[in-house]
């Protein structure tokens, strides 16, 4: 099983291949989509995309003491929001179906 990245344009040229359609017109649909769904999110909606998975964002707790991962230096983080995305269940039973 190949795990490695699938980037906006391989997901593009994907769609090419399948459809046919030009790519600049895929390309605009798929940057429209990721746009709704970055100002769904930002709106603190939750995002439900049935037979694939649930976005939505998430309240982390903040911490008085953390480390700076870049430097080692102690500081602070306040509670902030995080995108979590949940896959649905078809997604799950087969994701890593290894038949």
Same mark, same amino acid.
């Given at each position: 099983m190949d795990l490695s990245? #699938?980037?906006?344009?391989?997901l593009v040229n994907s769609?090419? !291949?399948k459809t046919g359609l030009e790519k600049q017109n895929i390309?605009? #649909?798929?940057?429209?989509?990721?746009? !709704?769904?970055?100002?769904?999110l930002e709106k603190g909606?939750?995002?439900e995309l049935r037979g694939f998975?649930?976005? !939505?964002?998430r309240? +982390?707790?903040? +911490?008085?003491?953390?480390?700076n991962p870049k430097t080692g230096e102690l500081c602070s983080v306040a509670p902030h929001y995080v995108a979590a995305f +949940?896959?649905?269940r078809e997604? +799950? !039973?087969?994701m890593f179906n290894l038949k």
């Open positions: 990245k #699938v980037k906006k344009i391989d769609i090419y !291949e390309q605009e #649909v798929v940057d429209s989509l990721l746009d !709704e769904l970055r100002a769904a909606n939750t995002i998975g649930t976005f !939505e964002p309240l +982390r707790k903040g +911490r008085s003491v953390a480390h +949940r896959a649905g997604l +799950r !039973e087969n």
